[in-house]
């Protein structure tokens, strides 16, 4: 699984800190109605995440798809300026680089 980075996602840890380390878990798209969602995990530093460790924070994207892979879907979430998770959150994963 890809783990990716990029400064001050908008995710915190409860003590404050940025949950800047992300990977995107599960993605499906609902065929009938051609929204996507995509699971997005988040943890504080490199190290745990590439040790799979239980992250500290996770969120879900739902948004109107146009790829038909799952490629593309990833490609489009790292696209959007700001999206707004389904419990609310804006976050931001453009520009993030893999690590």
């Not at 409860?14 to 988040?42: A, E, K, M």
């Not at 745990?48 to 460790?53: F, L, M, P, Q, V």
């Not at 998770?85 to 994963?93: E, P």
């Amino acid at each position: 699984m890809k783990i990716y980075y990029t400064h001050n996602t908008g995710i915190k840890t409860p003590q404050g800190r940025n949950l800047d380390y992300f990977q995107l878990v599960h993605v499906c798209i609902d065929y009938n109605t051609n929204v996507s969602n995509v699971d997005v995990i988040f943890h504080e530093y490199l190290m745990d995440a590439e040790e799979g460790k239980p992250p500290p924070a996770a969120r879900t994207i739902e948004w109107s798809s146009v790829s038909v892979t799952d490629e593309g879907r990833f490609s489009e979430v790292l696209a959007f300026d700001n999206v707004t998770t389904t419990s609310k959150d804006v976050i931001t994963l453009k520009g993030a680089e893999e690590k």
